[in-house]
């Protein structure tokens, strides 16, 4: 991930100090990953045949374990059938290797294949739902597919399971002993680096983003079902591809092997390395392999409880929690614990009319919504120009958000239409609104906390959508809502005002053509309003049309070009603001005498 602002520093009126190029975080998962594979590669040396089995069963749990990680850590789909996944991927290539006689890399194919299209016929019906939803799903297929291999004897054996799967061959030469060996942990550290690869890169900060808030998510163009969906392929394709590597290692398969338990074993492996950690897996599944092996005979399931109940009390963030945690306190003193200084923005020094010709960017016409018995919008119309501010101030309940989410798309208009540069998108989603040029933000700034500034920005930088190098815009939309010196700060250190200025960076990012803004004022005062209004004058000048929604009624009558006034659902008055001050309608309703 391309990221310009290392080694920045802070600006001469924030008490931060330069960002550190690395923390303890970013270095731990390299030096686990390193230290991991040496000692895995130096495990032959003892000749002891038991560590090499234990070693090659933490490689092909690590595997089914990363994937796991991509889907519940990551996309935040919490699963628990991949060890059905994993179990199916086995059978699958042990029944190509056994029952049809075909080589080793026709069932390894089989199975990727197979696990992959029973991951899509249980992810596209389900990921739509929400999370419980999903996970009770996961569980039924878990248990669906253990009785499917108790009961299903001429294929899967029933009982007894399927004896003398073929080792692993490769040009025609079967693997034993060290080749075996080597081969498991060459394919887990390929494995770890492609999933390395894609978490580090832009969708890894698109599952976050969808993770943390899907209605965020879906405001900076990402649908949340297709990037779920990926996430579950991603993480079936791995089960599939260890399962078949692993019914040739263990050569016996066995139904009990892959109940229930099991894909509790491997949820348990994620949360005690750490759910949404790179490096997680790599020390939650040999300490849980450790516990289940130790355990006394009979007692494993007793062993998986113990663990769950002692890492929800000591560990709940598992130890990369613990680490993320020391790391921050690390950071926190050599950057500094408190960001005080709001953005210190200069508008343009002339504010120029709007020209009569300026095109229509976004139209909203005879928009009606309703929620029950009541009217959120009743016969609603409203224009946005391009480089105009057209502000809807109204009392609490007047219906003004619900307004901006049916411009958007997050909610759908009974009547009327939405035309954005003269197309319909009344009946469009709301990723489809971000990826054509509407921005959004929020009554509450609504960005991943644990992502930093920088992280937020550039995630809505390469969503689909906008042209152009997404770093660059990202630089840019820093620049411009003058947080560039906070790139490297989490969202949850930054204050509500700043972060005001930080989630308007991240709408900038998109190049949007109009920006519908959801009481932008609120909680702001003093330099950080002025910097605001500078901010919008300076989004108006380069000829964004912007939608400000705001209660804050000298701010409005300072920015906007024109107001309309809502109250009960209703347009009551439209006009330019002295117009407005003057409109007895809108004193009796909303501005008093």
Request: proline share 5%; with cysteine.
């Amino acid at each position: 991930m391309t990221d310009p602002f290392e080694g920045s520093t802070a600006d001469a009126t924030e008490t931060a100090g330069p960002a550190p190029r690395w923390t303890l975080a970013r270095v731990m998962g390299p030096v686990v990953a390193v230290v991991t594979v040496g000692a895995a590669l130096l495990v032959p040396l003892t000749g002891n045949l038991y560590y090499m089995d234990l070693v090659q069963l933490i490689a092909l749990y690590y595997v089914v374990v990363a994937g796991l990680n991509v889907v519940s850590g990551y996309a935040g789909q919490l699963s628990v059938g991949h060890g059905a996944l994993f179990g199916a991927g086995a059978y699958i290539s042990a029944i190509l290797t056994t029952r049809y006689d075909q080589p080793f890399w026709v069932g390894f194919v089989g199975a990727v294949v197979g696990v992959l299209v029973m991951g899509l016929m249980l992810g596209v019906p389900s990921l739509r739902l929400a999370h419980l939803y999903f996970a009770m799903m996961t569980l039924g297929f878990a248990i669906v597919f253990s009785q499917v291999l108790l009961n299903w004897q001429a294929v899967t054996g029933g009982y007894l399971g399927i004896i003398g799967v073929p080792p692993v061959s490769l040009f025609g030469q079967d693997l034993r002993g060290d080749q075996l060996y080597y081969f498991i942990v060459g394919f887990a550290v390929v494995a770890g680096l492609l999933v390395t690869l894609v978490l580090r890169g832009r969708r890894g900060l698109w599952w976050r983003i969808v993770h943390d808030d899907e209605v965020s998510a879906r405001a900076i163009g990402l649908s949340p079902s297709r990037s779920k969906l990926t996430a579950f392929a991603i993480s079936a394709v791995l089960a599939g591809a260890a399962g078949s590597v692993y019914a040739s290692f263990i050569l016996v398969l066995q139904p009990d092997t892959f109940d229930l338990h099991l894909g509790l074993v491997l949820l348990v492996m994620m949360l005690l390395g750490g759910s949404g950690s790179l490096w997680g897996p790599l020390i939650g599944v040999p300490l849980m392999l450790l516990i289940d092996n130790l355990a006394p005979s009979g007692t494993a399931t007793y062993a998986v409880g113990a663990a769950l109940i002692v890492l929800t009390i000591l560990m709940p963030r598992g130890a990369a929690g613990l680490v993320a945690v020391l790391s921050d306190r690390i950071q926190e003193r050599r950057m500094g614990s408190v960001v005080t200084a709001v953005p210190n923005i200069s508008g343009p020094n002339e504010r120029q009319p709007v020209p009569r010709d300026s095109a229509t960017i976004l139209e909203g016409s005879g928009l009606k919504k309703r929620y029950g018995g009541v009217a959120a919008l009743d016969g609603v119309d409203l224009v946005a120009r391009a480089g105009s501010v057209h502000a809807v101030i109204g009392p609490n309940g007047c219906g003004k958000t619900t307004l901006l989410n049916v411009l958007l798309g997050l909610a759908r208009s009974e009547e009327g239409a939405v035309r954005l540069e003269g197309e319909d998108v009344t009946r469009r989603s709301a990723q489809y609104g971000a990826r054509r040029g509407i921005g959004r933000t929020f009554q509450q700034p609504r960005l991943s906390p644990e992502l930093t500034v920088w992280e937020n920005v550039y995630a809505a930088a390469t969503a689909p959508g906008p042209e152009g190098d997404p770093a660059r815009r990202a630089h840019e939309a820093l620049a411009t809502a003058g947080v560039t010196h906070l790139a490297h700060r989490k969202a949850a250190d930054i204050p509500h005002a700043i972060l005001r200025f930080v989630e308007i960076a991240r709408v900038l990012s998109r190049r949007p053509t109009v920006v519908l803004m959801d009481e932008p004022a609120g909680g702001l005062t003093g330099e950080a309003l002025s910097s605001l209004g500078a901010l919008i004058a300076t989004m108006r000048a380069q000829g964004v049309a912007i939608v400000l929604v705001e209660h804050n009624v000298p701010f409005v009558m300072g920015a906007a070009d024109e107001v309309s006034v809502m109250e009960s659902g209703r347009m009551i008055a439209h006009g330019g603001p002295a117009e407005i001050r003057r409109n007895p309608a809108v004193i009796a309703a909303y501005l008093g005498s």
